[in-house]
């Protein structure tokens, strides 16, 4: 008989939570305060969530400035100190776990390079494939992957070969930046010219054109080609001094035709990525009188995670681990909209 993560004669597996921006990333400089608040409210979450399953050890690294931080249940601490590498701690750790799951910006490559690691380790990645990582962390080659598979997504263009074809106002963005940092709205040339004389490697960066309408995500689950809806999310995004900032996200939002409408939408990026696994993000854009646009897609867990299981009921880390074995279930509990506030 097979056994699962849930059979009671299961022996105890060995599970490393590795968290970047809380775990150490930044052991030797400052840490931005913006990520941080991010990754301590993801770390506690799924702490929270695997601490319910009880045939779990659960380790987790923490930086030296987090020490104190209180987690749910047993939890076995690994600080890095102001010396240390969190990525040759990580390289030593490996190897005795049963399961990593790395939590970690697309940006610098950084969540890519944590996950080669762990698959040239051969421990039991608990995320997306480093090779789907890589498609997801460079929006040029999320863009180019998704258009190529006939999926709806936003327009976008290499900043060094922009020709002004399409009307104000524009968005810029870096190629591989996380959440709404280095992202810019354009609303005339002169704001366009100011902001790109200031740009030293253009072909890090993209333009968009700024298309009005509903600032969502899909958070969904995803296991050998097929996807699943989770739930429908709202970002609530403010401009100041035509800079984007994400203030807050509203989980599990009613919309108008029930999440199922975007389950096509889910399936297509599916097949665009089959290496995409476990929890993703999809962030979107739902005009008032069109189809929904791709913007980005988030191969780890996201700021709308942290709400779920207040909104749903759902233990997304059970089912994470669950995947190991087969398809999900999505078995919802109650259905309240819960607001994640980061400011």
Not at 24 to 37: T, Y
Not at 74 to 79: S, T
Not at 217 to 244: A, D, H, P, T, Y
Not at 323 to 340: A, E, R
Request: hydrophobic share 40%; with cysteine.
């Amino acid at each position: 008989m097979k056994r699962t993560i849930n059979d009671t004669l299961t022996p105890i597996r060995r599970l490393l939570v590795f968290e970047f921006i809380v775990g150490g990333g930044f052991s030797q400089q400052l840490l931005p305060e913006s990520l941080a608040k991010e990754g301590e409210l993801m770390l506690k979450t799924l702490v929270d969530e695997l601490a319910l399953l009880a045939d779990l050890e659960i380790t987790v690294f923490i930086d030296w400035r987090f020490e104190s931080l209180v987690l749910s249940g047993n939890v076995n601490k690994i600080v890095v100190s102001s010396q240390q590498s969190v990525f040759e701690l990580l390289s030593e750790y490996v190897e005795r776990f049963d399961y990593v799951w790395p939590i970690a910006p697309e940006m610098e490559s950084i969540l890519q390079e944590i996950s080669v690691l762990i698959e040239e380790k051969n421990s039991h990645l608990l995320n997306s494939s480093a090779k789907a990582v890589a498609v997801c962390s460079d929006k040029w080659a999320t863009y180019r992957r998704l258009k190529s598979n006939k999926v709806s997504v936003v327009e976008s263009y290499q900043l060094q070969q922009f020709d002004e074809k399409i009307d104000l106002p524009w968005v810029i963005k870096q190629r591989d930046g996380v959440g709404c940092i280095n992202n810019y709205l354009i609303s005339t040339q002169s704001e366009f010219d100011t902001v790109n004389s200031q740009i030293n490697k253009k072909s890090d960066y993209l333009l968009q054109p700024y298309i009005k309408g509903q600032s969502l995500s899909l958070s969904c689950l995803f296991n050998k080609g097929e996807g699943w809806i989770i739930c429908c999310n709202q970002q609530q995004i403010s401009v100041k001094q035509g800079r984007f900032e994400l203030k807050a996200c509203l989980v599990n939002i009613d919309t108008l035709n029930g999440i199922q409408q975007y389950q096509q939408l889910v399936d297509q990026v599916a097949h665009a990525i089959p290496g995409l696994w476990g929890y993703v993000g999809i962030d979107i854009i739902q005009p008032e009188f069109a189809e929904p646009l791709v913007l980005e897609i988030n191969p780890r867990l996201t700021t709308s995670y942290v709400g779920i299981y207040q909104a749903l009921g759902f233990n997304v880390a059970k089912a994470v681990i669950n995947l190991i074995d087969g398809d999900p279930v999505i078995k919802k509990t109650f259905n309240h909209q819960i607001d994640v506030n980061l400011s």
